[in-house]
């Protein structure tokens, strides 16, 4: 394994959502990752054989609720530098695996905790899902066109944005602060927190009086003329973000306009400026806007769908994505300049796994005869 992480060990609980990605991130950049798997779940038929997610790294079938797997786990975390889990609060202690317990065990690990609430909190025992933790954050309420419900981006700002990626965020903080004093320490990352650190800019423009409540009236949640999504002639769409006046200046331009013509911070005009974009947009195809705008400073762009991405030029040219154990996929990131990482096939290699993990033959074998490992 190369990367940045390489020579960094994460013991990984098997979960769903935001655990997962953060694990495939840290295992793309090279850290030693093994998941101990929990077997099937409604969400893995829901998702079904292909996710790419559990990239990179192998996984073993371990009864945490068997004495003998909660021992092999403990002996798993010696030699660990993280463990990550994401279960409710309370799950890991009822397993004899809490974080008291195996910080005992392995006082320099960190101990990663994924979860939508937090660990405290009157809703820290209760289901959701990432609607739902973006909805108490305040970020789902503020993503609404005017006079509409409020909209989601697909699972990113809870699960991922808010969640794995805060939580490998927290997960190198921890490593680096473990290798200087020497100890270890429990990190609670919410996808409730994550969620919200993510409006921070928002909850700024708000005190200072440069946003406003009402949803879909502001220059950043499609108030704005120049910061929207429009229809073209073929039914595909272009994405202006045109914010700065240089960039607006020359989307103009290309539009036929003037500054005369559609003022860009004239909030009153905003609802005619973008009937009008729309209505010079709707003339044209989605490939001729893309020839003409993409490559120039207009700040706008054709809209792909997930199946045209990774033929996009630009992604193209820089190869982000990648074929994986036969799919295609986003490549690793970000980018290194000597210690690159890169997305690996998933390993099919249990045993191999717990050997090099320091599990011996003699253990692996009164594992299997326990019933407490899978194979």
Known sequence: MTGTLAGVRVLEIGGIGPGPFAAMMLADHGADVLRVDRGSTAMDALMGACNPTLRGRPAVGIDLKHPAGRDAVLALCERADVLIEGFRPGVMERLGLGPDVVL??????????????????????????????????????????????????????GDYGGGAMLLAFGIVCGVLEARSSGRGQVIDA??????????????????????????????????????????????????????????????????????????????????????????????????????????????????????????????????????????????????????????????????????SWGLGSAQRRALRDSGALSA
């Open 104 to 157: 005992e065990r392995a006082p320099r690990i960190v101990y990663a905790r994924m979860t939508g609430y937090g660990q405290d909190g009157p809703l820290a025992g209760v289901a959701g899902h990432d609607i739902n933790y973006i909805a108490v954050a305040g970020a789902l309420g503020a993503s609404a066109r005017i006079g509409e419900r409020p909209h989601f981006a697909l699972n990113l700002v």
């Open 190 to 355: 919410a996808m409730v927190d994550g969620a919200a650190l993510l409006t921070t800019l928002f909850h700024g423009m708000r005190a200072g009086g440069r946003w406003s409540d009402e949803p879909g009236t502001n220059f950043l949640d499609s108030g704005a003329h120049f910061y929207e999504v429009y229809e073209t002639s073929d039914g595909g769409h272009v994405a202006v973000g045109a914010i700065e006046p240089q960039f607006y200046e020359r989307l103009l331009a290309a539009l036929g306009l003037s500054a005369d013509d559609a003022p860009q911070w004239d909030r009153a005009r905003w609802p005619e400026l973008k009937r009008r974009f729309a209505e010079i947009f709707r003339t044209r195809s989605r490939a001729a806007w893309t020839a003409l705008l993409e490559y120039d400073d207009a700040c706008a762009t054709g809209v792909v769908s997930l199946a045209e991405a990774a033929a996009h030029p630009h992604l193209a040219a820089r190869a982000t994505f990648v074929e994986v154990d036969g799919v295609s996929q986003p490549q690793a990131a970000p980018r290194f300049s000597r210690t690159p990482g890169a997305a690996r096939p998933a390993r099919d290699d249990e045993d191999a796994a717990l050997a």
